[in-house]
């Protein structure tokens, strides 16, 4: 078991830029994945960046070159940097983490970012 939790999310003007942080409760070191999805109300959720164990990152066509995954592992966080922030980036924010071969998956309890003037 594992918890998360995300933090950093709030109102923010169009073009704006907000840094999420994602706290686990242990240190992690047997993960598939780590990622940050995303869900608009009315909408399903999606994914908005992932990293791999072995580094790979893989990005939303939507966010590509203006978001930012990254990990501090002696800190147990995952980050997600926006920059250029959109209105249509508005959505709760939730950190996952993935473990195989069980395919467990373990989520935080989200963050809400705003994008509007």
């Known amino acids: 078991q594992v918890q998360l939790v995300e933090s950093g999310g709030g109102l923010v003007q169009p073009g704006g830029s907000l840094r999420l942080s994602c706290a686990f409760s242990r240190n992690i070191i047997n993960y598939y994945t780590m990622g940050w999805y995303r869900q608009a109300p009315g909408r399903q959720r999606e994914l908005v960046a992932e990293?791999?164990?072995?580094?790979?990152?893989i990005y939303a066509d939507s966010v590509k070159g203006r978001f930012t995954i990254s990990r501090n592992n002696a800190k147990n966080t995952l980050y997600l940097q926006m920059n250029n922030l959109k209105p249509e980036d508005t959505a709760i924010y939730l950190c996952?983490?993935?473990?195989?071969?069980?395919?467990?998956?373990?989520w935080g309890q989200g963050a809400q970012v705003t994008v509007s003037s």
């Open positions: 996952n983490v993935r473990f195989m071969p069980s395919g467990s998956r373990f």
């Open positions: 990293v791999y164990s072995g580094g790979t990152t």
